[in-house]
Nanobody, 124 residues
């Protein structure tokens, strides 16, 4: 089973930027063959998919609330997916997770493996 370690979260002021990283291990196939998603969960709220990158990087998807502000990318040599987050807003505050999808698709159907998450707090 794929295992993930997310990092890069922190406290940032509104309008600031963060870059999240997602390192994968325990791969059953080449990292480039995985569709990888980022989702977030804020206290008391439903889990929300944010972005994904398909296998072979053929397709990238963002939810409307982050379009134009977030950028997902992948470094297959490092088994790492990144989420560059710019123009952050207080409503972006959440724990962010990266995950595989049970059907290996993007946009996601159902999240499968994910890590411990990284906290992002946007506040002045």
């Amino acid at each position: 089973q794929v295992q993930f370690v997310e990092s890069g979260g922190g406290l940032v002021q509104p309008g600031g930027s963060l870059r999240l990283s997602c390192l994968a291990s325990g791969l059953a196939m080449n990292y480039s063959d995985y569709s990888i998603s980022w989702f977030r969960q804020a206290p008391g709220k439903e889990r929300e998919g944010v972005s994904c990158i398909s296998s072979r990087d053929d397709f990238i998807y963002y939810v409307d609330s982050v379009k134009g502000r977030f950028t997902i990318s992948r470094d297959n040599a490092k088994n790492t997916v990144y989420l560059q987050m710019n123009s952050l807003k207080p409503e972006d505050t959440a724990v962010y997770y990266c995950a595989t999808d049970v059907f290996n698709i993007c946009p996601w159907a159902s999240f499968a493996s994910w890590g411990q998450g990284t906290q992002v707090t946007v506040s002045s």
